[in-house]
C-alpha cells in the first residue's frame, strides 16, 4: 500500500486498478496553490459497465456473507483508515484545500468511525415480526438490494463517500461509487486499503469521472437499483428525473442555507464561538453551516460588534501550516462562484461588514483561492442573497423581534436541512424546533453527531435520510412473509 501517490489515479473495478476504456484524463489540482498534483480518469458509460459486471459477479456471494465476517472487514477498514491517518489527511488537505489540522480532527477519523460503525450494525441488523391473533405469524425479512450507486461531493470527501459505501456494505450490496472529480485522492487510497482490509473483489468499485457523465451513467445503469447522492439541489433534481422512471430507489442529500436563530437570553460565550465554527468552519463549506444569522433585535448592535471581531482575526492561509483557521476554497470554479455571490450581495444593497475580497496566498500558496471570511447586513428574506446556496465563508445577519418573527425567517427559504437555535428558554426551542422546516435542529450546539441518528433535509435539501437504521433500511428491500399457522 503506498498512500502518498495519488499523481495517477485509476479506477478500482473488480479488485484491481484499470484505465479508463477511453484513454482520456483530466487534471487534479491542489487548490491551496493552483498547481496540478495528478491525473483523473474521466470514466464513461463503458467503465461503468465494466464495474457492473464486476459487482454482478460478486453479490451473490457477499450478500450470503455471514455479518461476523462483514463486521471484521468494515471494522478492517477503519482499523487501517486510523493506522494511516497521517497519510491520508494529508492526502486530503492536499486535495480539497482545507487547512490540515482539521483533515487530521475530523474529516480522517470520521471516515473510520464510519467504517466502525457501520461494521457493528452489520451485526445487529434485526427484523420485525408480527403475529396476527395466534393464528399467523408476519415475519419481514430485509434483503440487500443488490448493486447500488453512491455518488457523494467534494466538501467533506472521505468522510462522505465513506458514510454511504459502508452502510451499503454492510447491508450486503455491491457498489459502484463515484467521488467528486473535484476531489478524487482519497477514495483512490481507499481501494488500497479495500484491498488489504480483505474486501472480495467486485465488491466495491471505484469508478472516477464527472457528473453529467460518468454520474449518469451510474444513474441510468439499468442494474444499479438504488442512487444514494449528496450534492447540489440542481444535480439532485436531475438525477431525480432520471432515476425516477426506472423506479430506483433514491436517497438524495442536497444543498443548504441553514438559519441560526440566537435568542438575547442564549449562553453569550458558548454561542459566540460556536456561531464562528457554524459560520466558518471548512471555509463555510459544509452543508450545516450557518449561513443566514438571526440575531434578537435587543442583542443585535452587541452581536454584530463582537462577531465581526471575531471574524475579522481569523486566518486565511497556507493549509498545511496549523496557524490558519481557515485554508482554501475547493476550486477556482467555486472560488469564482462565491466572489459572484459577494458581487450579488454588493449589488442587492448588502452592507459588507468584514471579509468580501479574495486573499492572495503566500509563498507556494500564490496561485491558490483564498477567500476572507465575509459577514453581510441589511438584506432582507427574498433577496437573492439570503434564498440561494453560496456554500462558502460568507453569512448574513438578520433581525427578529419575536419569536414569530424568527420562525417567518428562518422559514423563509426553500432549503431545509438543518438549524441551530441559541435559547436557555425550554419552550421557546422546543416551540420552534417543531416548527422550524429542517430535517436537524441543534439547540444550544452545532453539529453535535451522533451516527445512529436520521440525518438529511426537507424541501429542497433532499429526499430521504442517511444514518443508522435509516441507511441499512434504504439500502435493503423489506419483504414481508406471512404464514398461517
Ligand atoms: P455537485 O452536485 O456538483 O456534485 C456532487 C457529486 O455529484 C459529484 O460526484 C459530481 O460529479 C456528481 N454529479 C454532478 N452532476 C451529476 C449528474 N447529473 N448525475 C450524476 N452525478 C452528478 O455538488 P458539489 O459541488 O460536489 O457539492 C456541494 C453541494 O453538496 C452543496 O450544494 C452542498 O450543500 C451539498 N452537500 C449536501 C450535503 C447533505 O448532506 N445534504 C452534504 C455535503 C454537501
Redesign the pocket.
Known amino acids: 500500500m503506498n498512500l502518498n501517490d495519488y499523481s495517477n489515479i485509476q479506477n478500482f473495478i473488480g479488485g484491481e486498478f484499470h484505465q479508463p476504456l477511453s484513454g482520456n484524463y483530466m487534471d487534479n489540482i491542489d487548490p491551496a496553490t493552483g498547481g496540478v498534483i495528478g491525473s483523473i480518469p474521466a470514466s464513461n458509460e463503458k467503465d461503468i459497465a465494466k464495474a457492473v459486471k464486476a459487482a454482478e459477479k460478486a453479490f451473490p456471494a457477499w450478500s450470503l456473507t455471514p455479518p461476523a465476517k462483514r463486521f471484521a472487514i468494515l471494522n478492517k477498514f477503519a482499523d487501517l483508515i486510523d493506522e494511516n491517518l497521517e497519510e491520508l489527511a494529508l492526502a486530503e488537505t492536499t486535495d480539497n484545500g482545507k487547512p490540515l489540522w482539521l483533515t487530521q480532527t475530523v474529516d480522517i477519523p470520521r471516515a473510520s468511525a464510519n467504517f466502525r460503525f457501520f461494521a457493528s450494525a452489520a451485526m445487529h441488523f434485526a427484523s420485525e415480526s408480527h403475529t396476527i391473533d395466534g393464528k399467523a405469524i408476519n415475519y419481514t425479512v430485509r434483503q440487500p438490494l443488490g448493486i447500488v450507486g453512491c455518488?457523494?461531493?467534494?466538501?467533506?470527501p472521505l468522510y462522505?463517500f465513506t458514510w454511504k459505501i459502508a452502510p451499503a456494505l454492510a447491508a450486503g450490496n455491491c457498489v459502484i461509487a463515484?467521488?467528486?472529480?473535484?476531489?478524487p485522492v482519497t477514495a483512490y487510497l481507499l481501494a488500497q486499503i479495500s484491498i488489504i482490509a480483505g474486501l472480495p473483489d467486485g465488491v466495491l468499485n471505484i469508478v472516477h469521472?464527472?457528473?453529467?457523465i460518468?454520474?449518469?451513467a451510474?444513474?441510468k445503469h439499468p442494474a444499479i437499483k438504488a442512487?444514494s447522492?449528496?450534492?447540489?439541489?440542481?444535480?439532485?433534481e436531475?438525477?431525480a428525473s432520471?432515476a425516477a422512471p426506472m423506479f430506483k430507489k433514491l436517497s438524495?442529500?442536497?444543498?443548504?442555507k441553514n438559519p441560526t436563530i440566537i435568542f438575547e437570553d442564549c449562553n453569550w460565550e458558548k454561542m459566540m464561538q460556536t456561531t464562528i465554527q457554524s459560520s466558518f468552519s471548512n471555509q463555510g463549506?459544509?452543508?450545516?453551516c450557518g449561513s443566514r444569522i438571526l440575531v434578537q433585535e435587543s442583542i443585535y448592535e452587541k452581536f454584530k460588534t463582537e462577531f465581526v471581531e471575531k471574524v475579522a482575526a481569523l486566518t486565511v492561509g497556507d493549509p498545511l501550516k496549523e496557524n490558519f483557521k481557515q485554508g482554501a476554497i475547493?476550486s477556482k470554479t467555486?472560488f469564482d462562484k462565491i466572489m459572484r455571490g459577494i458581487d450579488t450581495a454588493k449589488q442587492e444593497g448588502g452592507k459588507i461588514l468584514v471579509g468580501g475580497n479574495s486573499v492572495m496566498g503566500k509563498r507556494r500558496c500564490e496561485g491558490g483561492y483564498f477567500i476572507q471570511p465575509t459577514v453581510i447586513e441589511g438584506l432582507g428574506p427574498d433577496c437573492e442573497t439570503n434564498k440561494t446556496?453560496i456554500?462558502g465563508p460568507v453569512v448574513t445577519l438578520q433581525i427578529f423581534s419575536t419569536e414569530d418573527e424568527a420562525l417567518k425567517l428562518a422559514n423563509a427559504c426553500d432549503y431545509g436541512?438543518a438549524a441551530t437555535i441559541w435559547t436557555q428558554n425550554i419552550s421557546t426551542a422546543n416551540n420552534l424546533s417543531l416548527k422550524v422546516q429542517a430535517g436537524i435542529v441543534w439547540i444550544n450546539t452545532w453539529m453535535l453527531r451522533d451516527l445512529r441518528t436520521p440525518?438529511?433535509?426537507m424541501k429542497n435539501?433532499?429526499l430521504g435520510r442517511?444514518g443508522g437504521w435509516e441507511a441499512m433500511r434504504f439500502f435493503t428491500e423489506a419483504k414481508n412473509i406471512c404464514i398461517e399457522l
Open positions: 455518488i457523494s461531493p467534494w466538501n467533506l462522505l463515484k467521488p467528486s472529480e473535484v476531489t469521472g464527472t457528473g453529467p460518468t454520474g449518469e451510474i444513474v442512487i447522492f449528496t450534492g447540489s439541489t440542481k444535480a439532485g436531475r438525477i432520471l438524495l442529500e442536497l444543498g443548504g463549506q459544509i452543508c450545516l475547493v467555486h446556496e456554500f436541512l440525518f438529511g433535509g435539501s433532499g442517511e
